[in-house]
T-cell receptor, first 110, second 114 residues
Framework: GENVEQHPSTLSVQEGDSAVIKCTYS??????FPWYKQELGKRPQLIID?????GEKKDQRIAVTLNKTAKHFSLHITETQPEDSAVYFC?????????FGKGTLLTVNP | GAGVSQTPSNKVTEKGKYVELRCDPI?????LYWYRQSLGQGPEFLIY????????DSGLPNDRFFAVRPEGSVSTLKIQRTERGDSAVYLC????????????FGPGTRLTVL
């Protein structure tokens, strides 16, 4: 089955800096890669996703890149704000089943 | 519109007891999923429903776990003879259809087995 590795497990940045979270996956059949943000005690919420026919996708301060050859994808957050502080999960899927990474705790210090 | 809802939000039970966790998906969503999230981990897939049928239950840990969706809407996750290792947050998600469509998550039920 699919295996998703996520790094780093914790990330602390100053407000206004950029944050990058990286994930690798094992199943070459995976073609859908969503990123979820989960605040403490809350539900995971989709912030951006990318499909395998696209190499990069951007939505305001958030961007995701995908390298299918290397089987890795990354989340980039620019101009970070304190409200970006949360746990971020990457996931990979080839059908309906999402396989998640272990998460990255992002702390944005004001 | 209303998102995915789950009840109860918290459930404390004793080892060996039976529990039921309920999920109300977004209206019109035919696909429904259950995941389990342990502390410090990402959600782990348990089961996927397309309509009323369980299309994939390969993530259920053992035969103490069972889920139903009799009318293709509300789903109930049932755990028999609970064990302390079952303690986790149980998340439900729904999507408009199966396949790689966006999955919308509920707030979860935090299950604690004493």
């Amino acid at each position: 089955g699919e295996n998703v590795e996520q790094h780093p497990s914790t990330l602390s940045v100053q407000e206004g800096d950029s944050a990058v979270i990286k994930c690798t996956y094992s199943d070459s059949a995976s073609n859908y890669f969503p990123w979820y943000k989960q605040e403490l005690g809350k539900r995971p919420q989709l912030i951006i996703d990318i499909r395998s026919n696209v190499g990069e996708k951007k939505d305001q301060r958030i961007a995701v890149t995908l390298n299918k050859t290397a089987k890795h994808f990354s989340l980039h957050i620019t101009e970070t704000q304190p409200e970006d502080s949360a746990v971020y999960f990457c996931a990979a899927s080839s059908n309906y089943k999402l396989t998640f990474g272990k998460g990255t705790l992002l702390t944005v210090n004001p | 519109g209303a998102g995915v809802s789950q009840t109860p939000s918290n459930k404390v039970t004793e080892k060996g007891k039976y529990v039921e966790l309920r999920c109300d998906p977004i209206s019109g969503h035919t696909a429904l999923y259950w995941y389990r999230q342990s502390l410090g981990q990402g959600p782990e897939f348990l089961i996927y429903f397309q309509g009323t049928g369980a299309a994939d239950d390969s993530g259920l840990p053992n035969d103490r776990f069972f889920a139903v969706r009799p009318e293709g809407s509300v789903s109930t996750l049932k755990i028999q003879r609970t064990e302390r290792g079952d303690s986790a947050v149980y998340l439900c998600a729904s999507s408009l259809a199966g396949g790689t469509n966006e999955q919308f998550f509920g707030p979860g039920t935090r299950l604690t087995v004493l």
